[in-house]
């Protein structure tokens, strides 16, 4: 019978260990952490990922803002609520929800963002810390991987993870953050992705397989192998054939894989509430000064 590994009650006893944590930093030392988080547009999900996060700063005491500009907005503009904040003591971590509109260039705003604020993990200065094994922030999702694996599956030394999927936001900083010669990491890393002409004989030789190629239910029964721990990234939106309703679902058959693995994520309820509960974590640190002593 396979694991479900619960994302969503790791997260809470995260955000619970968190409450705690902010009351003491703000009885001792008088600093409350702040987020502030811009959303560019009318993206539907967008919102719902924004509206999640500052209920999420409530929740465990934080001070949040929620700039919500008109897609229409300049470049200019963004970029200016970004160094207002960066000037600003009161807020440790600033969060621009992605995608952006087009004409708004998301690397030149990503890099404008002082990076001991970028608790995204985003900017090239923390991305370059990962791979060179430095402190730094990481990136919330592959953190919230980490962590996950770190509970359920224990210590990696030597097993062979293969990520499918290559993206900035998960795929190539899981595959970094899973490399370091840590005691969480140390495996043997195989990245490939949708470009591959067959993924089977990369993903049937992994003792842990992580998926984020954006692509619902690619991975199936013949991709994995017996066994195997399997963490589904992917958040998609299909419609039920039976119910003709839309239900989320991953980048894994989930029932078709289910028989053959020791231990899998759901969708929802796996990787994404970890996402949130990594990003406070991340701001709690940079409120700190722990950013450089992860």
Same mark, same amino acid.
């Given at each position: 019978?396979?694991?479900?590994?619960?994302?969503?009650?790791? !997260?809470?006893?995260?955000?619970?260990?968190?409450?705690?944590? #902010?009351?003491?930093?703000?009885?001792?030392?008088?600093?409350?952490?702040?987020?502030?988080? +811009?959303?560019?547009?009318?993206?539907?999900?967008?919102?719902?990922?924004?509206?999640?996060?500052?209920?999420?700063?409530?929740?465990?005491?934080?001070?949040?803002?929620?700039?919500? +500009?008109?897609?229409?907005?300049?470049?200019?503009?963004?970029?200016?609520?970004?160094?207002?904040?960066?000037?600003?003591? !009161?807020? %440790?971590?600033?969060?621009?929800?992605?995608? /952006?509109?087009?004409?708004?260039?998301? %690397?030149?705003?990503?890099?404008?963002?002082?990076?001991?604020?970028?608790?995204?993990?985003?900017?090239?200065?923390?991305?370059?810390?990962?791979?060179?094994?430095?402190?730094?922030?990481?990136?919330?999702?592959?953190?919230?991987?980490?962590?996950?694996?770190?509970?359920?599956?224990?210590?990696?030394?030597?097993?062979?993870?293969?990520?499918?999927?290559?993206?900035?936001?998960?795929?190539?900083? #899981?595959?970094?953050?899973? +490399?370091?010669?840590?005691?969480?990491?140390?495996?043997?890393?195989? #990245?490939?992705?949708?470009?591959?002409?067959? /993924?089977?004989?990369?993903?049937?030789?992994?003792?842990?397989?992580?998926?984020?190629?954006?692509?619902?239910?690619?991975?199936?029964?013949?991709? #994995?192998?017996?066994?195997?721990?399997?963490?589904?990234?992917?958040?998609?939106?299909?419609?039920?054939?039976?119910?003709?309703?839309?239900?989320?679902?991953?980048?894994?058959?989930?029932?078709?894989?289910?028989?053959?693995?020791?231990?899998?994520?759901?969708?929802?309820?796996?990787?994404?509430?970890?996402?949130?509960?990594?990003?406070?974590?991340?701001?709690?640190?940079?409120?700190?000064?722990?950013?450089?002593?992860?």
């Amino acid at each position: 019978m396979a694991v479900l590994i619960d994302g969503k009650a790791v !997260a809470a006893e995260l955000r619970a260990q968190l409450r705690e944590a #902010v009351q003491q930093l703000w009885q001792e030392r008088g600093i409350r952490p702040g987020l502030a988080l +811009l959303l560019v547009g009318d993206n539907p999900a967008s919102q719902v990922y924004v509206r999640s996060k500052a209920r999420a700063c409530q929740e465990v005491g934080f001070v949040s803002i929620v700039e919500h +500009l008109p897609a229409t907005s300049s470049q200019d503009h963004v970029l200016d609520y970004i160094r207002r904040w960066n000037a600003d003591p !009161a807020i %440790h971590g600033i969060l621009v929800q992605l995608p /952006l509109p087009r004409h708004i260039d998301e %690397h030149a705003v990503l890099l404008a963002i002082d990076p001991r604020k970028d608790v995204d993990g985003f900017h090239p200065e923390n991305m370059g810390r990962l791979v060179l094994g430095l402190p730094g922030f990481v990136p919330c999702t592959p953190a919230g991987i980490l962590e996950l694996l770190r509970r359920y599956v224990g210590p990696l030394a030597g097993k062979h993870v293969v990520v499918v999927g290559r993206s900035n936001i998960v795929g190539k900083p #899981v595959a970094n953050l899973l +490399l370091q010669k840590t005691p969480t990491a140390n495996a043997v890393v195989t #990245v490939c992705h949708t470009g591959a002409a067959d /993924l089977v004989p990369f993903t049937r030789q992994a003792d842990v397989l992580i998926v984020a190629m954006g692509v619902a239910r690619a991975i199936r029964a013949e991709h #994995v192998k017996e066994g195997a721990v399997v963490i589904d990234v992917g958040i998609n939106r299909i419609v039920d054939p039976e119910t003709g309703k839309e239900r989320l679902v991953g980048d894994v058959h989930f029932e078709e894989v289910l028989p053959k693995v020791s231990a899998i994520t759901p969708v929802p309820g796996g990787v994404g509430p970890m996402t949130i509960a990594m990003l406070l974590w991340n701001t709690y640190r940079a409120a700190t000064g722990q950013i450089w002593n992860r």
